[in-house]
């Protein structure tokens, strides 16, 4: 059982980057998907979760209105797109699934990583000034 995160890399600030969350071994259609990424020396923290269905989503209040993020049912895939990055948004990037989620999780218990049971193994945003 896997989730494989991709797609980050070096880019400058005001740029935008679209990370991507596969996966592999079980089915994440039933999930609440989250996105959390830890920066150097800092505590991991949350960005983005969307609900199983799609249609609803939560985001930290540092990326609000800079980052979206979707699904994709069908092929079972999550989506992370970051635009007007900035140089405080460097860090490893994770995704992860909680299959006990109900519908409507609400934002406190989407953004609590204790409730997440899968984990990709993170991929790296390098944002330069």
């Known amino acids: 059982v896997q989730l494989q995160a991709s797609g980050g890399g070096l880019v400058q600030a005001g740029d935008s980057l679209r990370l991507s969350c596969a996966a592999s071994?079980?089915?994440?259609?039933?999930?609440?998907m989250g996105w959390f990424r830890q920066a150097p020396g800092k505590a991991r923290e949350f960005v983005a979760a969307?609900?199983?269905?799609?249609?609803?989503?939560y985001y930290s209040e540092s990326v609000k209105g800079r980052f979206t993020i979707s699904r994709d049912i069908a092929k079972d895939t999550v989506y992370l797109q970051m635009n007007n990055l900035k140089v405080e948004d460097t860090a490893v990037y994770y995704c992860?699934?909680?299959?006990?989620?109900?519908?409507?999780?609400?934002?406190?218990?989407?953004?609590?990583?204790?409730?997440?049971?899968?984990w990709g193994q993170g991929t790296l945003v390098t944002v330069s000034s």
């Open positions: 992860a699934a909680d299959r006990n989620a109900i519908l409507t999780s609400g934002l406190p218990y989407s953004s609590s990583e204790e409730n997440y049971d899968y």
């Open positions: 071994g079980r089915t994440f259609r039933r999930d609440l």
């Open positions: 969307i609900s199983r269905t799609g249609l609803t989503t």
